[in-house]
């Protein structure tokens, strides 16, 4: 895990890869959890037998699955210390290129894009990358936001 300490040491990041997180498998189990609590349902999703023979050939991860996967995989990777207070801004540019099979394995790769000043402290731009393990093109890319009060 790599950890940056206080504000110099996040700007002195900006270009820098901070690693990846170790690969987490996507079971039903948890795309049926996720389309219980959101409404999405799709076949896609969560019809096993009429996903077997469908554009995927098996179920796949929701995108915004995917995507909510982000922190919890972006806690191995990196952390930022001598902040009073972190919060998730948002994200910018989100795509799903190729979708996540599920039983397959997922990780994250996370770089620093930017470091602005914001009122009380900084935005920190992170590039987020999840992986398939064995796959041509990546799952989802996305610009995270996060907010720290110096």
């Known amino acids: 895990m790599r950890v940056l300490n206080g504000v110099d040491e996040v700007r002195a990041a900006?270009?820098?890869q901070l690693g990846y997180s170790?690969?987490?498998?996507?079971d039903q189990r948890d795309v049926d959890a996720f389309a219980a609590l959101t409404g999405?349902?799709?076949?896609?999703?969560v019809?096993?037998?009429?996903?077997?023979?469908?554009?995927?050939?098996g179920t796949i991860?929701?995108?915004?699955l995917t995507l909510s996967l982000g922190p919890r995989l972006a806690r191995s990777v990196f952390r930022i210390d001598g902040m009073t207070m972190?919060?998730?801004?948002?994200?910018n540019k989100?795509?799903?290129p190729a979708p996540v099979p599920v039983g397959a394995k997922i990780r994250l790769g996370v770089t620093v894009a930017d470091v602005s000043e914001?009122?009380?402290?900084?935005?920190?731009t992170l590039n987020f990358v999840w992986e398939v393990e064995g796959g041509a093109k990546p799952a989802c890319v996305a610009e995270m936001l996060l907010r720290y009060s110096a």
Do not use: C, K, M, T
């Open 14 to 16: 900006v270009g820098q």
């Open 22 to 26: 170790d690969y987490q498998v996507v």
């Open 40 to 45: 999405d349902d799709q076949w896609i999703h």
């Open 47 to 57: 019809d096993v037998e009429r996903a077997a023979s469908g554009p995927f050939g």
């Open 61 to 64: 991860a929701h995108g915004l």
């Open 86 to 91: 972190g919060v998730n801004y948002g994200y």
């Open 94 to 96: 989100i795509r799903f």
């Open 118 to 124: 914001v009122p009380g402290g900084l935005q920190v």
